[in-house]
């Protein structure tokens, strides 16, 4: 009979009355304390399952080898020698152990060193090809790169979910809020036009580099230059922060609704974030061809860029996803959402019409048909108007909701390149080809 911990007999010996197995009483009884099992099946097993055993006491025979002080020498002896032994082996395999660490430590920077170089040549790689695009023109079509679209952070993400559920807006393009200043932007310089005046009240520095397109956030002018610069400046025509975030020129920008999130695109096939209040990019995603407009939905959650390709491209702000597209048959040069939410008017480079979209369908429900090229369309605050101007025109037409039909109030001679409603929508404000400002009224 031996105890089932040690293997030797028990002097003391008691038997589980769970498992019926054998142990020494000081050993289990130390293991029940410490664990509150059997040792030998993992079963709960307590004090008071112990039943002691009575057997003849057992007196164990002292070893041979042990009765002599030379024998006891050398037990001591092979004892140390055995100790020596398992040091040995354990200095060794702690010593294997360090070495796989190091070489797993090793082939793990190695990794992570790859890994950025892999990275850093796609970005080289995706730099290079929108050079390309750049240098090869508005007429070449490139191939589509497939890219990972990036969404906002929280902070900007809440901002515009909050902006979204709150806004009707009344949205701008070139007219300050209080319809008294104009935003003129074009060729090398920009500059601010007084309405009661008649006059440039102020004229903003951009170092002699060409406009592409210019805004008004709240009451901070916002332009797009040549050299793929996007440049805000203070109520006083002062330079407040340059963003340098596109390869090629920064064709087009549109501010979010609540007048902290700026987007620009260009030619060099994506579109930037901006938080103007930590004057910041916040991301920057390219998409599969070169972008020559964009317009803000009038709640902030979604916006529209027009391609080279022809495509009126809609993506989700807050997630960077590209949620929808209309396709048209040239370059998109013009985009305008009505303040419904629900029609976006685009126009396409050489055309003489203006197509409508509805955005609950994702279809084209409208072509309206102007008679001469179109440059520029714009909505009016109500959305029941849109005027529209070209080389040859400045049309307004007019929805009828009662009859279901547009109408043509307005026709005017003048030649434009962009236009934006005055104050209350009250009047046009039209940028002639030659950098001129004429003001158009109902009358």
Known sequence: MLCAISGEAPQEPVASSKSGNVFERRLIETYITENGTDPITNEPLTLDDLLPLRTARVVRPRPPTLTSIPALLSTFQNEWDAIALECYTLK??????RQELSTALYQHEAAMRVIARVTRERDEAREALSRIGVSAG???EADQMAVDAKGLSGELAEKVETTQAELQSTRRLAVDETGQLVLAAGGKGAGVFSVAEDSVVQTLDVGGVG???GLWVESRPVVGLTNGSVVVF???GEATATFKSHAGPAMAVTAHPSGEILISVGVDKSYVVYDLPGNKVVLQNYTESELSCAQFHPDGHLFAAGGKDGEVKV??????????????????RSLSFSENGTWLASVSEG??????????KMTAIKTLEIGSAVSSVRFDYTGQFLAVTGPGNTVVMQYKKKEKQWLEPLRKGVSGEAVAWGESGKSLMVVTGDGGLVQLTAA
């Open 92 to 97: 060794s395999q702690l010593q294997q152990t």
């Open 138 to 140: 508005a007429g070449a």
């Open 211 to 213: 406009v592409t397109d």
């Open 234 to 236: 203070n109520g006083e």
């Open 315 to 332: 993506y989700q702000i807050n997630t960077g996803e590209k949620v929808g597209g209309f396709q048209t048959d040239a370059p998109v």
């Open 351 to 360: 055309q003489s019409d203006v197509t409508i979209w509805d955005l609950r």
